[in-house]
T-cell receptor
Framework: SQQGEEDPQALSIQEGENATMNCSYKTSINNLQWYRQNSGRGLVHLILIRSNEREKHSGRLRVTLDTSKKSSSLLITASRAADTASYFCATFLYNQGGKLIFGQGTELSVKP | GAGVSQTPSNKVTEKGKYVELRCDPISGHTALYWYRQSLGQGPEFLIYFQGTGAADDSGLPNDRFFAVRPEGSVSTLKIQRTERGDSAVYLC???FGPGLAGSSAGELFFGEGSRLTVL
């Protein structure tokens, strides 16, 4: 079963613009992670935010977490054509067996 | 190798046949995960190993699916009597695991996947 729902399902922007993707989830969590997947490839971990954190930065990535609304957002600033990929959020809850549950993903297209 | 290795990368089989998909995790990773991903969807959890034992197999869709990890390293996902609906990319991932009770899971390292097509 899927835990998260991501919004939008698809996003198309121009190079240099910012891209914002949102993730909502249903249960309480220990942490939330974002992954990237290029077409036909495996997933690559981008960033992890713990349930007691509200915001985290890594390079051009900024992640926020609002546990009261059960939602997170991923912001990619100054996007590049190479950022074109699918982006997934994944939630972890330790007492649900230690597995990560993924959302449906946002397909980002950055046009040069 | 340095990363998670999955073989075969592509497998085409006929309905009703038996299939094995192999995953070689990153050395030292105690946790190993299998996911299934259909086109345009997110990865769907199948099973998770901590060491040799299956810590959570709640995602296996039915008893045609089985996975083993006999020595706590390489894992094999086995699918019996394949059906067309089993067609998907099967992803394997490994990690250091959730760790001690109360701590958080770290990142998963994914392989490139095994694309299974059942005709």
């Amino acid at each position: 079963s899927q835990q998260g729902e991501e919004d939008p399902q698809a996003l198309s922007i121009q190079e240099g613009e910012n891209a914002t993707m949102n993730c909502s989830y249903k249960t309480s969590i220990n942490n939330l992670q974002w992954y990237r997947q290029n077409s036909g490839r495996g997933l690559v971990h981008l960033i992890l935010i713990r349930s007691n954190e509200r915001e985290k930065h890594s390079g051009r990535l900024r992640v926020t977490l609002d546990t009261s609304k059960k939602s997170s957002s991923l912001l990619i600033t100054a996007s590049r054509a190479a950022d074109t990929a699918s982006y997934f959020c994944a939630t972890f809850l330790y007492n649900q067996g230690g597995k990560l549950i993924f959302g449906q993903g946002t397909e980002l297209s950055v046009k040069p | 190798g340095a990363g998670v290795s999955q073989t075969p990368s592509n497998k085409v089989t006929e309905k009703g046949k038996y299939v094995e998909l192999r995953c070689d995790p990153i050395s030292g990773h105690t946790a190993l995960y299998w996911y299934r991903q259909s086109l345009g969807q997110g990865p769907e959890f199948l099973i998770y190993f901590q060491g040799t034992g299956a810590a959570d197999d709640s995602g296996l869709p039915n008893d045609r699916f089985f996975a083993v990890r006999p020595e706590g390293s390489v894992s094999t996902l086995k699918i019996q009597r394949t059906e067309r609906g089993d067609s998907a990319v099967y992803l394997c991932a490994s990690s250091f695991g959730p760790g001690l009770a109360g701590s958080s899971a770290g990142e998963l390292f994914f392989g490139e996947g095994s694309r299974l097509t059942v005709l």
